[in-house]
């Protein structure tokens, strides 16, 4: 029912900014208590935890990624946004969007099929 969907650039060039959009339908993102996240997995890593908007608008960002990251929204259009700046290689990913169920434990129920983003000059 729920459908996400990430959009943007798939190369970056070091320095500059990345910038995502996820396009959420059959669900409004400022719906009681949701809240929208970023994912990315590496090459050959794991998946990280890159931050999230809630329904009421507020950010939480991981500690890592806190001084370079942003998400905003933009409500009339259903989306949020994630913004990640002085990109390096290192920065190279798959980026997904997802979305948080209420609870204190974070369990994703609907997923963006993600997209690649490659930082290289």
């Known amino acids: 029912q729920v459908q996400l969907q990430e959009s943007g650039p798939g190369l970056v060039k070091p320095s500059q900014t990345l910038s995502l959009t996820c396009t959420v339908s059959?669900?409004?993102?400022?719906?009681?208590?949701?809240?929208w996240s970023w994912i990315r997995q590496p090459p050959g890593k794991g998946l990280e935890w890159m931050g999230v908007?809630?329904?009421?608008?507020?950010?939480y960002y991981s500690p890592s990624l806190k001084s370079r990251t942003s998400i905003s929204r933009d409500t009339s259009k259903n989306q949020f946004t994630l913004q990640l700046s002085s990109v390096t290689p290192e920065d190279t990913a798959v980026y997904y969007c997802a979305r948080v169920l209420p609870g204190p434990w974070y369990e994703y129920d609907y997923w963006g099929q993600g997209t690649q983003v490659t930082v290289s000059s």
């Open positions: 908007i809630a329904y009421s608008g507020s950010t």
């Open positions: 059959g669900g409004s993102i400022t719906t009681n208590y949701y809240y």
